[in-house]
């Protein structure tokens, strides 16, 4: 019966050691990733094969791209306000509204080059089986751009700083 | 001689003792049932039971190298799988905030 106690314990010993070990062994990559500085640069190199020299190529794209877009948020943001200003006020002048919404949607045309241009750019950082697998995961997951949606604000869209 | 004096005298006295005192009635019946009964509530234990099956099962050295073994793949292959989840789960997590630090409106509409 002794035995048979010290025999079950061990194994239950070495199995909780087991899983565990298989556990952190298999979320060794993402758990890498979590403690990094910038955490979704980490895993576009991860995902993307990249080397650091091509990530250093990328995160210098990345953050010269989120400055431009930092302010193409705080445009948008302004011409939204005024087009909401125009449709609410007693004497809306229709011809304003209208210019108003014009740009609203130049802008955000202009948003979208913006992004399809620095998508295109990380793209060629990459190997070229690589870049063209960002560029149909990018199709997919960011370049949709909802036309009912409320205008981001810059101060808590996704720029991360 | 004096020994067998006293085998004498001892088997004098076994046989008055087995005189004076007479057994119950249905006495062998009585304790064969006790038997049964302790026997019947002992396999009811589960206690009991699952610590003699291991003892039963861990008696050889094969056996429980084979009991280790089979603990060890289960939660080796539960920890993988556990794991798998996980990370898939952190991936498209992580994949979300690349979107949208590149496009604000994801990070709006999520």
């Known amino acids: 019966m002794k035995r048979a106690l010290i025999i079950l314990t061990l194994g239950v010993v070495l199995s909780v050691v087991g899983g565990g070990a298989a556990y952190v062994h298999r979320t060794a990559p993402e758990r890498a990733m979590a403690c990094c500085k910038n955490p979704e640069m980490a895993w576009l190199q991860h995902e993307f094969q990249m080397t650091d020299d ?8 990345h953050a010269g791209y989120q400055a431009g877009c930092r302010e193409m948020c705080r ?4 011409t939204n306000d005024l087009v909401r200003a125009e449709f609410i ?7 304003k509204m209208q210019r108003l919404l014009a740009d609203a949607a130049n802008l955000r ?5 913006h992004m399809t241009e620095y998508c295109l750019a990380v793209s060629r950082e990459m190997s070229p089986a690589q870049g063209k697998r960002y560029l149909q995961w990018v199709c997919d997951r960011v370049l949709t751009m909802p036309g009912n949606a409320a205008m981001p604000n810059p101060s808590e869209s996704g720029h991360g700083n | 001689m ?9 088997r ?13 009635p ?22 009991f039971s699952l610590a003699a099956w291991l003892a039963a099962f861990v008696a050889t050295r094969t056996r429980a190298a084979a009991w280790v073994v089979l603990l060890l793949g289960i939660s080796v292959s539960t920890g993988y799988l556990v794991g798998g989840h996980a990370s898939a789960r952190w991936d498209a997590q992580l994949s979300r905030q690349y979107a949208a ?3 604000p409106y994801l990070a709006d509409n999520r």
């Open chain 1, 54 to 61: 091509q990530l250093a190529r990328v995160q210098t794209l």
């Open chain 2, 101 to 103: 630090s590149i496009n």
């Open chain 1, 89 to 95: 006020a007693p004497d809306a002048d229709t011809l």
């Open chain 2, 12 to 24: 004098q006295l076994l046989r008055e003792s087995r005189g004076r005192e007479r057994l119950p």
């Open chain 2, 26 to 47: 249905r006495f062998h019946e009585r304790v064969w049932q006790r038997i049964a009964t302790a026997e019947k509530s002992a396999a009811a234990r589960p206690a």
């Open chain 2, 2 to 10: 004096n020994e067998s004096n006293d085998d004498l005298r001892l």
């Open chain 1, 109 to 113: 045309g202009e948003c979208q080059w």
């Open chain 1, 75 to 78: 445009r948008i943001q302004a």
